[in-house]
């Protein structure tokens, strides 16, 4: 926040999100649940749905949020926003609290993409001694480059070249967000790029893997909070939420002995396949796109009492946080659920430190098919 107010910008307050950032809906917050502007009836999304919501209401310019496995990506789907997760160590951590540190990442939430590359130049103030993952780069104005639709020629993005992730438009993925990828990646045709279908075959295996290393982190993390150098006074067992016990445990056998060969390790050297099966294709690639979501929000509570079926929302945005590439998600449209019309994100992945390239094709996009997405 301390950037923000030294670039000028006015803090209003604190935004909801689940409990140490875990989960995936914003319903396991300790200040009760966040509703989604689209229909209060469903969820705004999570852990960062407190900050999606409030952009989506016209409540704030922007707001911060924090993407561990698509905690800002997955809400901005949600509410029809735009959410920006940078590469990791872009930005320092310090002041974050923490889930699981080597994939935790903070970045902005807006309503347009040249809003993101403001807040994001903001932020970005080169090397932090205080957070050791933090790079040493140099302060850049990523909006700065970014042009005006009147200065568009008619095929702006000609010389890019975009992949479709098969594996991201298959079963399990609703049909309504898969027509509107497919709609995306002809309008990006149209706007000059080219756009091919390639295939991740380790794409499925990302969301095991970065369960088991996050909640592994998570328990480390929290064992902090014992109730004597932090937490509440009382007892560890009344300190926590339901969902937060959950992960300690998970996290807790993952790393217990006799355990920790058969779950731990192997889950790192799957996080090193996904690494280099999706790093491989953004060298051939400009970016990749894919939805940010397998469907629209659902309805309040409709899976917390099935944590397998939420932790598998997020299968679209953790090999992302596994590779430490950055991804911004835009609107991509709408589909019609019950009656119901709910917006839809559309997630494109960029190179490591190509934060400059990716907002430029997220812009570009979003400036063409403002009209249509809206």
Not at 294 to 307: F, G, I
């Amino acid at each position: 926040m301390s950037a923000i107010k030294a670039a000028g910008g006015i803090v209003l307050g604190k935004t909801n999100l689940d409990e140490f950032g875990m989960g995936s809906t914003t319903e396991n917050s300790a200040f009760r649940t966040t509703r989604n502007p689209w229909d209060i009836r469903r969820i705004p999304g999570g852990s960062s749905g407190g900050s999606a919501s409030a952009v989506a209401l016209n409540q704030c310019a922007a707001a911060l949020g924090s993407d561990t496995g698509g905690s800002i990506r997955q809400p901005a789907s949600f509410c029809g926003v735009v959410g920006l997760k940078p590469t990791y160590g872009l930005l320092s951590r310090h002041g974050l609290v923490a889930y699981a540190s080597s994939f935790d990442t903070i970045g902005p939430v807006t309503t347009s993409v040249e809003d993101s590359a403001i807040v994001l130049s903001a932020l970005c103030s080169g090397h932090d001694h205080l957070d050791s993952t933090a790079q040493n780069t140099r302060s850049i104005q990523f909006h700065d480059h970014l042009k005006d639709l009147d200065h568009f020629n008619s095929k702006p993005l000609s010389g890019k070249r975009l992949a479709i992730i098969q594996e991201t438009i298959g079963p399990g993925v609703q049909d309504g967000v898969v027509q509107r990828v497919l709609e995306a990646a002809n309008q990006f045709e149209r706007l000059g790029a080219r756009v091919d279908f390639v295939s991740c075959p380790t794409f499925h295996l990302g969301l095991p893997a970065y369960y088991i290393l996050a909640l592994s982190e998570a328990s480390s993390n929290l064992s902090r909070y014992d109730c004597i150098r932090l937490g509440a006074q009382t007892s560890r067992n009344e300190g926590f939420g339901a969902e937060v016990k959950r992960r300690i445990l998970m996290g807790s056998y993952a790393l217990s002995a006799g355990h920790s060969d058969a779950y731990y390790k192997r889950a790192q050297e799957v996080q090193r396949m996904v690494e280099a099966d999706f790093t491989s294709k953004l060298r051939e690639y400009d970016a990749s796109i894919m939805p940010a979501a397998p469907s629209p929000a659902y309805l309040n509570s409709e899976k917390m009492n099935n944590p397998l079926a939420m932790y598998s929302g997020d299968m679209m945005t953790v090999n992302v946080n596994l590779s430490g590439l950055p991804a911004i998600v835009i609107r991509g449209g709408h589909v019609e659920n019950e009656g119901t019309l709910l917006p839809v994100g559309l997630q494109i992945v960029g190179r490591p430190f190509g934060e400059s390239d990716l907002l430029d094709i997220a812009h570009t996009f979003e400036l063409c098919t403002w009209d249509q997405n809206n």
